[in-house]
């Protein structure tokens, strides 16, 4: 079975830049997260999707970060404009049914530097 | 809002000694998950606990859920370089997931 996929892997830019991220889930997997993860720190949610519906963004800070899910699989993030402390790994993980009932299926990861 | 809060933040451990590390909510969770991240790599699922008083063995990894369902502990037996990494508790209530800062664990051989 295929894992979570990101892209890109790496990216580096200059703060007030603009920055995407993509995630392809695990085929069937209803629910995806998204999850900023600060060096030294535990993940934390920035928006969850059920299908292609916004189920949780209250951590999504809404004036720079947005994020979609077209068709209930794909999705993307974005950050405009970028700060210096969006310095983060971005974790996209994907589960077959609600968070808090089963487990999540995370990808490597997208490791964002801001200069 | 739901914190969860790990201790120790680290952990440095001799080869083939056991070690324990903690997870504690401020609120009653309906379950909790531990998980496992290696260096350089993302969170891997390792168990998940339901039961009050609840206690699940993988091998020299033995995961305990508290009878209030607000703490829950991960104890390595023999600990083998293998074990590197940083272990997150995760606690589940009201269907919102939120992870502890994590343990991370470095091994004297």
């Known amino acids: 079975e295929a894992g979570v996929a990101q892209s890109p892997r790496y990216k580096i830019i200059e703060k007030r830049q603009s920055v995407a991220f993509w995630c392809n889930p695990i085929?069937?997997?209803?629910?995806l997260y998204w999850y900023q993860q600060i060096l030294g720190q535990g993940p934390k949610l920035l928006i969850q999707f059920q299908n292609n519906g916004v189920v949780d963004d209250s951590q999504l800070p809404k004036d720079r970060f947005s994020a979609e899910r077209l068709k209930g699989v794909d999705s993307t993030l974005k950050i405009q404009p970028a700060k210096l402390e969006d310095s983060a790994v971005y974790l996209c993980a994907s589960s077959s049914i609600d968070r808090g009932n089963e487990k999540l299926f995370f990808g490597s990861g997208t490791q964002l530097s801001v200069l | 809002g739901q914190q969860v809060m790990q201790i120790p933040q680290y952990q440095h451990v001799q080869e083939g000694e056991d070690f324990t590390t903690y997870c504690n909510s401020s609120?009653?969770?309906?379950?909790i998950q531990w998980y496992k991240q290696r260096p350089g790599g993302h969170p891997v699922f390792l168990i998940q606990?339901?039961?009050?008083?609840e206690v699940k063995k993988q091998k020299r990894l033995t995961f305990q859920f508290g009878e209030a369902k607000k703490n829950s502990s991960l104890h390595i037996t023999a600990t083998q370089t293998t074990d590197v990494g940083t272990y997150f508790c995760a606690g589940s209530n009201d269907y919102k997931l939120s992870f502890g800062a994590g343990t991370t664990v470095t091994v004297r051989a």
């Open positions: 606990l339901v039961k009050s008083g």
């Open positions: 085929s069937g997997h209803a629910t």
């Open positions: 609120t009653t969770l309906s379950n």
